[in-house]
């Protein structure tokens, strides 16, 4: 039996202080004081840390299974309230245990800094923890954050909110983003004196509610974990840029679902509506990222609508984090490719080689029928051929002889696709 269905209401009426739920709470709280189970001579520091490790421990195992049934009734009643009047999904959750663990470490930490001391009791924890019981409302549309402000202040009697401005400063490297800060307003509430429906048995218990919009709470998924809680570690400026990025990212989303609504509304289908590349753009992928990258980006999106419109979300996210590794990875290699190539300084190859008399028969032989030097030649792929010798021993113009002997004597040899050879500014010269 669910623990709360042989519960009654409250009756706003009786005079009664508080629901069900509370009168719970102030017991635990009464019978801990009983007991006082800790030392007589504890220190400040040390009972702050002995009460965390007995709220986690003792007093949390004994009512999460409330907290999740009154999350179930209020998700259900602000379900209800939003409706399709102000579009919306709504989710909610009680605190797992090492949830609870890491929030009290940390509120405690800010306690001493703010206020100079630690948690005393077990009020100080429940004051501290607004928020064991939360809930999300992600607004579809940005426009709607007011009637949504306003909702919630008609359902709910708030003892405090706070407004996490976008141009507040987040990360070490990038104080300042482009795409802002995640946004949202919390709110700390507990039901209205004058409540008298099934959830009046939560009276004067607090929970927390959470209102963001759509592309705020796609980016929260990521930056929540890696810049809020740093469960990664730090992160490197360029990650913090492609966080920043992805809110960007999605923001532009939200703002074609809000170009597109009506005619997404009017879909009878509920698919997202087809997408269709350019021809001229396609053509172009190939100019510009080589044969066949057109078709390799066709099969991509192809594969990514369809999973979205077959309802699979997870599969079409995997698909995109996929195509997106590909593609950083063939970026990378560019560059690395393009770094390369500048270390290398090209010089006016066909003066300086033309200034050599002809080579004498027999110049560079022992070279062309090396055997590294016949791999290399026949490699049907692009590769280097790295040749070194110590000063005065002739590695620049060995390429120069080696060029003029494979002209002479061979007309199998290099093909007009290898390229003359560079000089390092260093003592060894590369051939290309």
């Keep these: 039996m669910n623990s709360t269905q042989s519960r009654p209401a409250r009756n706003a009426g009786n005079g009664a202080?508080?629901?069900w739920l509370k009168e719970k709470i102030d017991d635990l709280i009464a019978?801990?004081?009983?007991?006082?189970?800790?030392?007589?001579?504890?220190?400040?520091?040390?009972?702050?840390?002995?009460?965390r490790e007995h709220f986690v421990d003792g007093i949390w195992p004994q009512l999460c299974d409330d907290y999740d049934t009154m999350i179930k009734d209020l998700k259900g009643l602000l379900q209800n309230q939003f409706g399709t009047a102000i579009p919306s999904d709504v989710s909610g959750r009680a605190k797992t245990a090492g949830s609870v663990k890491a929030s009290l470490q940390r509120r405690e930490t800010a306690l001493h800094a703010e206020?100079?001391?630690?948690?005393?009791?077990?009020?100080?924890?429940?004051?501290?923890?607004?928020?064991?019981?939360?809930?999300?409302?992600?607004?579809?549309?940005?426009?709607?954050?007011?009637?949504?402000?306003?909702?919630?202040?008609?359902?709910?009697?708030?003892?405090?909110?706070?407004?996490?401005?976008?141009?507040?400063?987040?990360?070490?490297?990038?104080?300042?983003?482009?795409?802002?800060?995640?946004?949202t307003d919390n709110y700390r509430l507990i039901l209205r004196d004058d409540e008298t429906g099934p959830i009046s048995q939560y009276?004067?218990?607090m929970f927390e509610v959470q209102l963001t919009t759509f592309s705020d709470d796609l980016y929260?998924?990521?930056?929540?974990?890696?810049?809020?809680?740093?469960?990664?570690?730090?992160?490197?400026?360029q990650e913090e840029m492609v966080l920043d990025l992805s809110h960007g990212l999605g923001q532009c989303f939200e703002l074609c679902l809000k170009i597109?609504?009506?005619k997404l509304n009017a879909s009878s289908s509920g698919n997202l509506p087809g997408i269709k590349g350019n021809e001229d753009e396609f053509a172009e992928m190939d100019k510009t990222l080589g044969p066949g990258t057109s078709n390799e980006a066709r099969v991509a999106l192809d594969e990514i609508i369809g999973n979205f419109n077959a309802g699979e979300?997870?599969?079409?996210?995997?698909?995109?984090?996929?195509?997106?590794?590909?593609?950083?990875?063939?970026?990378?290699?560019?560059?690395?490719r393009s770094k390369v190539l500048q270390d290398l300084s090209i010089l006016p190859y066909r003066d300086r080689k033309d200034r050599n008399p002809t080579p004498v028969q027999g110049t560079c032989h022992w070279f062309i029928n090396h055997e590294l030097f016949r791999q290399w030649r026949d490699n049907k792929s692009s590769s280097l051929l790295w040749v070194s010798a110590d000063p005065g021993c002739g590695r620049f113009r060995r390429p120069e002889g080696r060029r003029g002997?494979?002209?002479?004597?061979s007309t199998s040899t290099v093909r007009p696709k290898r390229k003359p050879p560079f000089r390092c500014n260093t003592t060894e010269v590369r051939g290309r």
Excluded: W
């Design 405 to 409: 002997c494979l002209t002479l004597t």
């Design 220 to 237: 929260n998924i990521i930056a929540h974990a890696l810049l809020y809680k740093s469960t990664a570690g730090p992160l490197t400026p």
């Design 260 to 262: 597109f609504k009506d």
């Design 31 to 51: 019978k801990f004081n009983d007991q006082e189970p800790f030392p007589p001579h504890t220190d400040q520091k040390q009972r702050s840390e002995l009460l």
């Design 17 to 19: 202080s508080g629901g």
């Design 313 to 336: 979300f997870d599969a079409g996210v995997k698909s995109m984090s996929e195509r997106v590794d590909q593609i950083l990875n063939k970026e990378m290699k560019r560059r690395r």
């Design 203 to 205: 009276a004067d218990v």
């Design 115 to 183: 206020e100079g001391h630690y948690f005393t009791n077990l009020e100080d924890i429940f004051q501290a923890m607004h928020d064991l019981a939360g809930l999300r409302i992600v607004l579809k549309d940005r426009d709607d954050l007011g009637k949504g402000q306003e909702l919630i202040k008609r359902l709910f009697q708030m003892k405090a909110s706070v407004h996490f401005h976008p141009d507040r400063e987040v990360g070490k490297h990038c104080k300042r983003t482009r795409f802002g800060a995640y946004q």
